[in-house]
């Protein structure tokens, strides 16, 4: 049983230990970042600061696609869906005198167990 809880310790260093390696490099390359932002005010130049923080070929500059500040257009998107249609009812239904009128008797208890016994026989 105590092989059991060393593998589990074990994997919990190692976790831990990769997770703290994760910091120190986020840190690393936060501070790398200053320093060329640093170095790039110094010389009057910006191509210190694109070349420290991305890979050359990485850059992009265009937004992403579809991100745009205009409202949804009615018609499009979750409006077409049938599905959704539900979700959008008017509220309760009342029914109207002539409707009550038409509706079935409930059966009574004694028709309600013959039935249960004839269904389950």
Not at 10 to 37: C, G, V
Not at 54 to 62: Q, T, Y
């Amino acid at each position: 049983m105590s092989s059991f809880f060393g593998n589990i310790k074990a994997k919990y260093d190692a976790r831990k230990a990769e997770k703290k390696a994760k910091r120190e490099s986020k840190i690393l390359s936060k501070d790398a970042l200053k320093d060329a932002t640093k170095q790039s005010t110094e010389t009057g130049g910006a191509p210190a600061v694109a070349a420290a923080s991305k890979p050359e070929g990485d850059v992009h500059i265009l937004p992403v696609p579809g991100n745009t500040n205009e409202p949804p257009q009615v018609g499009g998107g979750l409006n077409t869906n049938p599905e959704w249609e539900l979700h959008r009812g008017a509220g309760p239904v009342i029914p109207t005198s002539e409707q009550v009128a038409n509706l079935e008797q409930p059966l009574s208890r004694e028709e309600l167990r013959a039935r249960a016994e004839a269904l389950n026989a």
